[in-house]
Structure formats: C-alpha cells, structure tokens
C-alpha cells in the first residue's frame, strides 16, 4: 500500500482536531451550585405551627435543625468532590483532650427547619453528570471537638442564640434537634414537651443519595434534597412518655431509634434552576 | 500579699505594658490560650460580669451565688441552688486555680473556661438564659456596651462574653497555703500532727495516688466508692461509656478547709465523714476504683489525716490582676 506524503499530515490533522473537539466537551466550567434541603413531614411541608399525625399520635413542631458536613459530589466517571466551606481556625481539644488550634474546611450546613431556611450555598462545583452525593448528618473527628463558644458568629459552627446547637453541658454538637409536642391524654392536641437531640461520635451517621443528576452551566444548580421528619421519628412512640425526652446520653434507646432512621430519611429529588436567597 | 510570687505568667495589660499573673515557684506558669490573653480592663469585665445577677433570666442568680470568694469560689449548700429556687444535682466546685483544669465540670464535659461559661448560663437549672436574651440585655446597658468596645473593640458577643468570663477566671488563684511554705523550707509552717498526716497521706491513706501535684489531683475521673445516684452517671454521661459510670472528678484538695461540702453531691458536710468513708473503704459501689479500700485509720491517724488536709488552705485567695 502505498500513501501520499500528505497522507500522515491529514491523519494527524483530523486526529487533532478530534480530540481538540473532544477536549472542549469535556472541559467542564465550574458553576454555581446550591443545595436546598427541604423539610417535610410524611410527604408534606413542615411547618412549625401545624399539627401532625405521628404513628396516631398528634405532634406539633417548634425546633427541627440539622447538622450536614463533608459533603461530597460523586461524578459519573467516579471522581470525588468535597466541597470546601470558609476555612476558620479556632481552639481545640486532640483525642487526648490537649489544647490545640484546630482547622475546619469542610462546608458544614446548620439547617434551620424552624426558620423556614431550606436553601445553603455549596460554592462552585464542576459542571457535568453526578451519579449521586455523600454527606454525613453531624460534625466528625477534631470538627467537632472544637470550642464553639470561639467560633466565629457567621459560620454554622458557632454557637447559636436562640436555640443549642451544642450541648451546653458537654463538648460537642447537637447533630439534629427536634422538638415539639404530643398529645398525652388522646384528645388530639399535642400537650406535652418531646425534645430529640441527636449528638456524639456513636451517632454520626453518613447518607449517600445514589440520584443522578448533572449539574449546568449558565445557571445556579440546586440539588434538591427532601428531608422526611416523620422517617425520622419513625420507630419513636411519642405517646410513651419515656420516649419524649431524649438528649442522646440519658436516652440512649431512642437515640438508637432515631440514628437508624437518618439514611432513610432523605431523599434526591432532583436538579432545578435556584430561585431563592441562600442562607448559612 | 502571701502568695509566694517568682514563677509568673506574663499577660498583657490593656496599655500593652506587661504585668504579672503571680503564682507560686512550685507551680507551673498560669496557662493562657494565644486567643484570648489576659489584660487588666478583660479580667474586670470578666469580674464585673461574674458578679452580676442580670445574667440569669429572674435577675435573682450570678456566677458568684454559687461560687463564693469566702468558700474559696464554691458553694457551702450541698446542692446549688439556681434562678426561682431550682436545684440541681451537683455541688458548686471550687474555682480556684481553676486555669490549671483541663476539662471542666465533675464530668469533664467542658472543654475550655470560655465553653464552660455557657453552661451555668443555660441550664435551668442554674440561669436559665437564653444567650440571645442576654446579649440584649447587656448591650443596652451603655457602660458594659463602652466595656466591651474597650476590650474587644466590638460588642458583646458570645466569643466575647465568654472571653471575658475565662480571663477572670484565669485569675482565681492561690498556693499560700501553710504546705506551701513547709514544702519551701519552712518546718514549722506544719503542726507535728499535720506533718505525721502527710506523711498517712502519701503513704497508707494512699491519698496521694490521686491527689498528687501542686493542685492535689492527677486530674483524673474516679469512682470513689459513693452509693450512686441513678439521675448522675458521672463522666459516662460524656463518654457514653459504662465503664465511665460514676466516675467524678478527683477534685484539688487545695482550701478543703473552707469550701465545704464534698463530693459532686456535697453530701458529705465535714472532712471527718470524708475520711470516714475512705477509711471504710467506700460503699462497693458498682465500679468502685480499686484504689479505694478499706485503711483502718486509728482515731489519731484520722485526726493527723484532717490536720494535714486543713494545711492545704489558704490564708486568702487571690482573684483579679495585682496592682499595677
């Protein structure tokens, strides 16, 4: 067989200009991403000033927050995004309870149910097809044996005013906090105090959302999660008086019940355009 | 002054000259974290708010209700007693030298003196305030607001708030105690019968095992042998951990003689039934540390024990920064 001289140059030509056409493809563009983190209860809206029907049970809401940190973006091609949050370093205790200067770098989300925030900035993420996410709902490792009192006011690790986001008797954060009121004596109107606060190493747990979704350029990306309180407090009878109060340690049944709940709790609804203001 | 001044910590006064947190040769320099260093105007502030009763929710309680200067910071009540007559579960720890302490509370729960600040503040049993109502509040007081822009140069806040908690705090200090002066030389700072109790203390008391150091604690949480009560797991409540159950805080032995009662419940009212329970060797309680057995203390040797015990306190206790 015999080639012109041209032959090579032209192969070589279109070969280039192939993976030149290619290389643009898959040059993805960061962009905009959110992450809206809306509650519901069986399906429907939470609200704080609605009366449920928990398991035949009537409950009512005044406090549901949530702990999300090291949230991960897994790509279609398997590659891992953590998603970085506004580095502070503040003071610390090591495992060995020594003092130490301690760097949080993970975008830690301190969602406020009960202030009606849903949606929280993620920052600038790769564009492209997602198979799914990762997170954990609590603060891990050194992160969460920092000093909260010393945090700074605009990170989600300081120490709330309103409400405890960390124990005020123990170091460490309250990983989820929901409380309210149940209907004690059957006649259908929640009477009595339920405070569930989830916290403690033995009760982080991590969430995958196996959803894919792809996130686009040219437009803020909300991947929208829906979290289901009513999974939640799923195995919890809230007509058991003994079952009302829990703040991990002193109830660990129920801690138990409700940690094994979390994973199923959420669920990847799916990828929208983000309309809304966006909190911390 | 009786505080035996030479090994010091130099701490920053608000003019950025230096001053001296004094303490005694035999103890280690006063700690102080690189992020909240102590000044003149932080630790009166800090005193200031200590003392004031707004910061519970009534206006009926403060820092110092339970932690009185004359029972060298603790409290004589054997439970404390918080804002509309709530009582808690626990005795009122001495703060003196408190600096020195790791981790705070009879379970080690806090982790810093500026954390733990939140705790009293909060519980309600004790202030019961919400931290939200309190920043208002002292915010619109204009001479904390001037206060705090002095120091701070910001407002309140709950970094500075607590900042300012902690460096006070960090003040309450003593070691003028007469063992400190026999243990630098001076034989006759202890009576014969203390000396033969310190002697009981190191030796078959066995006291020393865990009351060791110049603070009198290895810093440790223990099971000393008390029938327990159900609603106090002790430092299991942080851990999780059952081995943890019932295990306190070896308290400093420091000013035993004026910041009665002991233990985490206060209910013991005198040394004497203190070292009665040793001498029984505790209850065999469930987790009863080993170290706690029973001594078969003479009359005496109890005698000479309490002698020795009531020399670890203070002539007085120094609070606050020394003169300039």
Known sequence: ?280 | MLVLVSGCELVADEGHQLALLDVPESFDPIPVPSHNPTTRAKVELGERLFSDVRLSENGSVSCASCHLPEHAFADPRPLSIGVHGRTGIRNSPTLVNIAYQNLLFWDGGAFTLESQALGPLENPVEMDMNLGALLDRISSDASYQAAFEDVFSQGVNVLTLTQALGAFQRTIRSGGAPIDRYLSGQEDALSASARRGLILFENKADCASCHSGFLFTDQTYQNNGLTFAAADSGRARITLNSDDFANFRVPTLRNVGISAPFMHDGRFSSLEEVINHYDRGGTNSRGQSELVRSLQLSDMEKADLKAFLLSLSDDFILSGLPDA
Not at chain 1, 52 to 71: C, K, P, Q, V
Not at chain 1, 73 to 91: F, K, N
Not at chain 1, 212 to 238: C, R, S
């Open chain 1, 1 to 280: 067989m015999k080639y012109s001289k041209f032959f090579l140059p032209a192969v070589l030509f279109v070969f280039l200009f192939i993976a030149g056409c290619d290389s643009d493809v898959m040059e993805d563009e960061e962009v905009m991403t959110t992450l809206r983190l809306q509650p519901v209860f069986s399906g429907q809206p939470l609200l704080m000033d609605q009366t449920y029907d928990h398991n035949g049970t009537a409950i009512s809401f005044d406090g549901a927050r949530i702990y999300l940190s090291e949230i991960t973006l897994i790509a279609e091609d398997g590659t891992e995004t953590l998603i970085e949050g506004p580095s502070i370093t503040v003071p610390a205790k090591d495992e060995n309870d020594a003092d130490v200067s301690h760097t949080v770098s993970n975008r830690v989300i301190l969602a406020k149910h009960d202030h009606g925030h849903e949606e929280y900035d993620l920052g600038m993420a790769m564009s492209g097809s997602y198979t799914g996410m990762r997170f954990k709902v609590g603060i891990d490792g050194q992160d969460n044996r920092v000093d909260a009192s010393q945090v700074p006011s605009n990170h989600a690790l300081a120490k709330q005013t309103d409400k405890n986001n960390h124990w005020n008797w123990a170091n460490g954060y309250i990983y989820l906090r929901v409380d309210g009121l149940a209907d004690s004596d059957g006649d259908g109107t929640p009477d009595a105090a339920f405070e569930t606060h989830l916290g403690k190493t033995t009760f982080l747990r991590e969430v995958e959302l196996n959803t894919a979704f792809e996130l686009t350029e040219g437009i803020t990306n909300q991947i929208h999660v829906m979290l289901d309180y009513a999974h939640l407090l799923h195995m919890v009878d809230l007509s058991d008086p003994l079952q009302l109060l829990c703040h991990t340690g002193d109830n660990i049944p129920v801690a138990q019940k409700v940690a094994g709940q979390i994973s199923g709790a959420f669920m990847l609804h799916g990828l929208h355009e983000s309309e809304h203001s966006h909190h911390d």
